[in-house]
């Protein structure tokens, strides 16, 4: 009878285990908008997500090792800022990195907040979620035209 109450509970147990591996796996998770949006007003941090804002939000997640190293690494330089303001968010990021969860919030540009706090803004960081992201071929057709003129680097 133990035997059979064991092999009951042996599924339940390995399930188990595959879901803590990915409660605390290393990914990143992006939620964006496309390039170029205006709106009447500015986004704060919490409003970036398909609940608020609906088909308006691109999704993806990253869980490659590589990529996720990289971010790490130009994540941990940021360095916290002096200046004050407001941000309108267009990106937000959240690392789930060692048990942990942290949230960043960027502008399409600049203004950077880690876990509510400005930052010094990474100009590093922001292109490779731009690149991880694949935001820049998100562009509008007259944008890819004259990039330059925009401000976005070929």
């Known amino acids: 009878m133990k035997k059979i109450i064991y092999l009951l509970l ?3 147990v390995f399930s188990c285990n595959s879901c803590v591996k990915k409660v605390y796996s290393d990914y990143l ?7 170029g949006i205006r709106t009447p007003y500015g986004y704060s941090c919490g409003m970036m997500s398909k609940k608020i804002l609906g088909e308006d939000v691109n999704f ?14 130009l994540y941990n330089k940021y360095e916290i ?14 690392i789930h990195h060692k048990k942990k969860i942290d949230t960043l919030c960027l502008g399409e540009n ?15 960081l922001l292109n490779l979620i731009k690149e991880l992201t694949e935001f820049n ?9 004259n990039p330059e003129k925009y401000g976005i680097k070929k």
Request: proline share 5%; glycine share 4%.
């Open 60 to 73: 993806k997640m990253i869980d490659d090792k590589a990529d996720f190293d990289k971010f790490i690494s």
């Open 81 to 94: 800022s002096k200046d004050s303001g407001s941000i309108d968010t267009r990106i937000r990021v959240f």
């Open 137 to 145: 071929t998100m562009l509008p057709d007259f944008v890819k035209k």
């Open 10 to 12: 042996l599924p339940v």
């Open 29 to 35: 998770e992006f939620y964006y908008l496309r390039p």
């Open 110 to 124: 600049f203004n950077t907040y880690k876990n509510g706090i400005r930052m010094k803004d990474n100009k590093e």
